[in-house]
């Protein structure tokens, strides 16, 4: 996920100035923390993990800091972020992520109480589920299951995410919700109900979608998303098509409708909002669509003639995700963001393609997540030893369910600033690892490239 470190200010009650870093994810707010809070967090996992492992933090500074010196520091923490969450074993953790949990529900102060949550299963089907305001994603995942009576071997094959409905009803993938985020908080601190949660499967391989439909409360999710998917146009029907269907909706045969449908163009794919792209010449029109383990292109030259093409994921070099960030608000702050990847057209050609979407992280969650079910099908594991079970299917409440009492940090952003941010050098909650040029699903390496978290300094107090 893409994060972005700024500068705020604030005072406390003596009227000394404090500092304190904003912490944006995919260009929205997600905490406000000190740098003593910082601090903390590094005191704890050296602790916990030693000196050997934990990345260098920026010392404490007796004298006032003067704004190169805030800047330093700013970019320092982004860098010591950076580097404990590209860190498998650091990154992972539960007390980084509950850090970062607890830094959100602060921010937003949002005490920790019992609340109805709606989780849509498509645009005209939700279910309500009463949650902690502090559940963190995987907990809210599991009272979604409870609720629907998904059994917990398959509640794994599904993932929450956050969507944005548009004016004229189109869907807009926001992102995949992540571990280190209370989804709760997460969409009501956008303070818009064009924001929602919605529960989609998670995985690429329609062979899964066997073991999905063996049962019924599989079946009947699987079914849903698949004439949602048609409804908004993201799978292509003709008209003979559209009547078999509609013969076997009109049967209840949900299995069968699934089966037609897994031979129709895009079955199962994301699509995208439209954006810009320079394959291939710049300047192009496009609509991406991800799914099969390739991001679709729909083209629309500048001489109006249309072409569509695909690339493989199993072709792709690498990629990276940039951000150009300027004068964001408190919470929803406008970005550039591009996605490109470095492909092989031919035997001996790599050449990079660059998308400009609002959507260029979800666009790579998608390419991260495609490569790691072919390297476990490579492995000849199951996709089930990619999910995480809680012991006896029992609710786990996290560390945050307390309520936080501190008071926020306010936000004051300088207008006149602009940072370039690149995910290969920068924090991520996922890790984008980059995949060899080759035909073959085989031949998987382990380029890692990364998301960022980008830091916003605030005032100057070590405090």
Known sequence: ????????????????????????????????????????????IKKEYGNNVVPAFPPKKIFTLTPAEVEQRREQLEKYMQAVRQDPMLGASEMFNSFLRKAQQETQQIPTEEVPLEIYLSKRQ?????ILTSDQTEDVLEAVASKLDLPDDLAGYFSLFLVREGVDGGLTFVRKLQDFELPYVSVTSLRSS?????????????????????????????????????????????????????????????????????????????????????????????IVSAGNNELNFQVKLPNEQMKEGSFKVTRMRCWRVTSSVSSPPPNYCEVKLELAFEYLMSK?????????????????????????????????????????????????RSESQQ?????????????????????????????????????????????????????????????
């Open 194 to 286: 064009e924001f929602y949660i919605a529960l989609r499967k998670s995985y690429w391989d329609t062979a899964y979608d066997s073991d999905v439909m063996d049962n019924r409360v599989g079946l009947n999710l699987l079914y849903t998303q698949t004439v949602s998917d048609i409804e908004r146009g993201w799978i292509l029907v003709n008209k003979d098509q559209h009547r078999q269907l509609k013969s076997l909706q009109e049967k209840g045969s949900k299995k069968e409708f699934i089966r037609l449908c897994q031979t129709l163009k895009y079955f199962g794919y994301i699509q995208f909002d439209p954006c810009v792209t320079d394959f291939p010449e710049k300047g192009c029109h496009a």
């Open 1 to 44: 996920s893409l994060v972005s470190v700024m500068q705020i200010e604030d005072r406390n009650l003596f009227s000394s100035l404090l500092q304190a870093f904003n912490i944006h994810v995919n260009s929205v707010l997600h905490c406000q923390v000190r740098y003593s809070q910082l601090l903390g967090l590094h005191q704890q």
């Open 348 to 396: 001996d050609r790599l050449q990079w393609v660059t998308i400009t979407s609002r959507q260029a992280i979800m666009m790579s969650i998608c390419l991260q997540s495609m490569v790691d079910e072919l390297m476990v099908k490579k492995s000849g594991g199951s996709i089930k030893k990619m999910l995480r079970k809680r012991p006896n299917g029992s609710l786990h």
């Open 403 to 463: 309520a936080v009492k501190s008071p926020p940090l306010l936000d004051s952003p300088d207008p006149d600033r602009e940072q370039i941010v690149k995910l290969s050098t920068k924090l991520s909650s996922v890790s984008l690892r980059g995949i060899s040029a080759s035909n073959s699903a085989n031949d998987v390496s382990g380029n890692d490239f990364h998301g960022n978290y980008a830091f916003e300094g605030i005032g100057d107090d070590d405090l």
């Open 126 to 130: 939700k279910v309500t589920v009463n």
